[in-house]
């Protein structure tokens, strides 16, 4: 797997990608960097109207820097060391949570 990290502000994003075509973000707040989370899921918490779905599909770099640009903001915001509790909270519910949206197979039976 191939990867970089990025520092930005408050957060880290470490971008991965394996043979081509497997595309990987996880972000972090740099006061927290071991506490990384998927991209899609904290944007889903930090900001439930961006609609992360989406991105599930994304094969790129640049449809991902389109993808994330206008949500940059609010993601910055909910890592914020004031509220980075909240949000890990949010998120490790969200861990919890069944996610049977993630297959395209079962999106017709729930």
Avoid at 28 to 47: H, K, M
Avoid at 59 to 85: I, V, Y
Avoid at 96 to 104: G, Q
């Amino acid at each position: 797997m191939d990867y970089v990290c990025i520092g930005a502000r408050n957060l880290i994003f470490k971008f991965g990608r394996w043979r081509s075509e497997n595309y990987e973000v996880r972000v972090s707040p740099s006061f927290a960097r071991t506490d990384s989370y998927e991209i899609v899921d904290a944007l889903g918490v930090a900001d439930p109207a961006a609609n992360a779905q989406p991105f599930l599909e994304v094969a790129s770099w640049k449809l991902l820097s389109r993808f994330l640009e206008p949500r940059f903001h609010p993601l910055e915001t909910a890592f914020h060391r004031d509220n980075f509790q909240d949000i890990k909270f949010r998120l490790a519910q969200l861990r919890l949570t069944p996610r049977l949206w993630l297959c395209s197979e079962w999106r017709g039976s729930i």
